[in-house]
């Protein structure tokens, strides 16, 4: 009898396990063959999958996003705690996925990173979970003062954080 496998499960699983691999090594620095060796099968059965890397990029950015999303914040604590939760679970992979989304920009204009779809997501997943948190109306605000002090913590080596 043949084996049956989910092939939208097995995509995810895959797609998951290429983010730690492009959080590791960047984007620039890995193409389909090393992922596919990686992940422990052919590269052929890989775009059998994912047709492109920015496909296996795209895929592997929803994982992350959705897993961040659903990262456990609790809701009836103050703003503050709130935050202070957030920027705990952020801070934990921040200066890897900084410089993975920087060598994904490289070279890129305003305009194509404003389309980008992977870029918009985890825009989006970002600015959904601050409006959770403190309101609409100051999500953008808010989101930009936690990535400039997450930023700051990893450029400081965290010698600047509270």
Request: proline letters at 3%.
């Amino acid at each position: 009898m043949p084996k049956i496998i989910d092939r939208d499960k097995y995509r995810c699983e895959l797609a998951e396990r290429a983010a730690g691999f492009f959080s590791k090594h960047g984007y620039a620095g890995v193409g389909m063959r090393g992922i596919a060796d990686h992940l422990g099968m052919s590269k052929s059965a890989l775009y059998h999958y994912f047709p492109t890397k920015e496909a296996l990029f795209l895929a592997s950015t929803k994982v992350v996003m959705s897993r961040t999303a659903g990262a456990p914040i609790d809701t009836m604590g103050s703003q503050e705690a709130q935050l202070a939760a957030l920027m705990d679970v952020l801070r934990a992979n921040f200066g890897s996925e900084l410089t993975l989304v920087f060598d994904y920009l490289r070279g890129k204009t305003p305009e194509e990173i404003a389309s980008d779809e992977a870029m918009q997501i985890s825009l989006s997943t970002y600015l959904n979970i601050m409006e959770r948190i403190v309101g609409p109306e100051r999500a953008s605000q808010t989101l930009s003062a936690v990535m400039g002090e997450l930023m700051l913590d990893y450029l400081s080596g965290g010698v600047l954080s509270d």
